[in-house]
């Protein structure tokens, strides 16, 4: 069965300091990777993803994830932080249903970022 | 475009009563989710429609919990009766009909059932 796990549940960095979010999936064939970001009452907002091609993907806010299937991982990585990266952030990979078609994605637990002055 | 509508944004109810949730799609989009997040849970999907056919309702817990598509332009998630641990956030999302793409979330509609 298709899952993701996103090993750590909170995470604290200081501000101007690097960040890297982990995720591990299982998967049977090549799957396609998100992460969303969810600020506090908000919605899930698209910070990148992967499906095919090159394996380093730039997303929105200076954030990059980097595809490795030797390790089944998707991490999130962004140079510098910022205080208003504060958010809880979620790793999802993209099923297809029987007929190949579009599918559901299977989310992670989320990993909550605390960003200190 | 208004992006995925969601209403009420805020429901308080009291256990045994009814309650309806609204979703609004982008237009266009063929596919529909909806998804329920708990602390304890994290972040569910209930059930999914294509082109107003739903998909897979593996994930609705019971049979308390029903959801239509009778247009391509609105959904509902109904729970009768509700119970207080149905207490979440629900999400609406869609999605294009094209592989891999992203799926657009609603602001979600938080749940507190007494």
Redesign the interface.
Known sequence: AQSVTQPDIHITVSEGASLELRCNYSYGATPYLFWYVQSPGQGLQLLLKYFSGDTLVQGIKGFEAEFKRSQSSFNLRKPSVHWSDAAEYFCAVGSLNYGGSQGNLIFGKGTKLSVKP | DAG?IQSPRHEVTEMGQEVTLRCKPISGH??L?WYRQTMMR??E?LI?F?NNVP??DSGMPEDRFSAKMPNASFSTLKIQPSEPRDSAVY?C?S?P????????????TRLTVL
């Open positions: 995925v063929d596919y989710f994290g972040l999907l999914y294509n998909i897979d999400f999302a999605t009909a094209v592989v891999g793409d992203e799926q657009f979330f609603g602001p979600g």
